[in-house]
């Protein structure tokens, strides 16, 4: 039940903005909009979430369009270290369910 | 934040033994904790859904005498694969729910 569209694979030079994007047709009302990464072999880090209100933390910036039915991940300095699996979830907050991963967009930055 | 431990990283044991994963909660209580798996190259899969004090869920085609799951206390849940085969080698990743959802840091199983 893939509610979320990424591409597969994104590149990014170092020291630059990454813009991740995502499509979320689909998305529901009350669905928030999270975005987790995961660095080859670890679990998955959360990054950020948000509903309908562009969001902000010492990570990154989501960006959601007006219609809610897509969203952008901007790493505002991307560095090696940022290298890793981006994945964009829609789940309505504290419903208890587990979250379900789609594939993801790999991040590669490069020196 | 939370934080979500997970023990052993990584483990190779023989074909036909048990393993045993760990996953705590180590500064809150987590009544529902889940159980992913995931190949190489591939996404995360859900495989069950850990319940304090009650049956875990499982997924359509997760065989749950092979994934033993037992959720004992408000802190820990563990998953035992029961006579293991090399095509169970794969990496486990446990998450917790405390608003947002934290995960632990994976096993990576190898049946040999």
């Known amino acids: 039940d893939a509610k979320t569209t990424q591409p597969p694979s994104m590149d990014c030079a170092e020291g630059r903005a990454a813009n991740l994007p995502c499509n979320h047709s689909t998305i529901s009302g009350n669905e928030y909009v999270y975005w987790y990464r995961q660095i080859h072999s670890q679990g998955p880090q959360y990054i950020i979430h948000?509903?309908?209100n562009n969001e902000t933390n010492e990570m990154a910036s989501l960006i959601i369009t007006e219609d809610r039915k897509s969203s952008t991940l901007i790493l505002p300095h991307a560095t090696l270290r940022d290298t890793a699996v981006y994945y964009c979830i829609v789940r309505e907050t504290n419903s208890g369910y587990a979250l379900n991963f789609g594939k993801g967009t790999s991040l590669l930055v490069t020196p | 934040g939370a934080v979500v431990s997970q023990h052993p990283s990584r483990v190779i044991c023989k074909s036909g033994t048990s393993v045993k994963i760990e996953c705590r909660s180590l500064d809150f209580q987590a009544t529902t904790m889940f159980w992913y798996r995931q190949f190489p190259k591939q996404s995360l899969m859900l495989m069950a859904t850990?319940?304090?004090?009650?049956?875990?869920?499982?997924e359509q085609g997760v065989e749950k005498d092979k994934f033993l799951i037992n959720h004992a206390s408000l802190t820990l849940s563990t998953l035992t694969v029961t006579s293991a085969h090399p095509e169970d080698s794969s990496f486990y990743i446990c998450?917790?729910?405390?608003?947002?959802?934290?995960f632990g840091s994976g096993t990576r199983l190898t049946v040999v």
């Open positions: 998450s917790a729910s405390l608003g947002d959802y934290t």
């Open positions: 948000g509903l309908k």
């Open positions: 850990s319940n304090e004090g009650s049956k875990a869920t499982y």
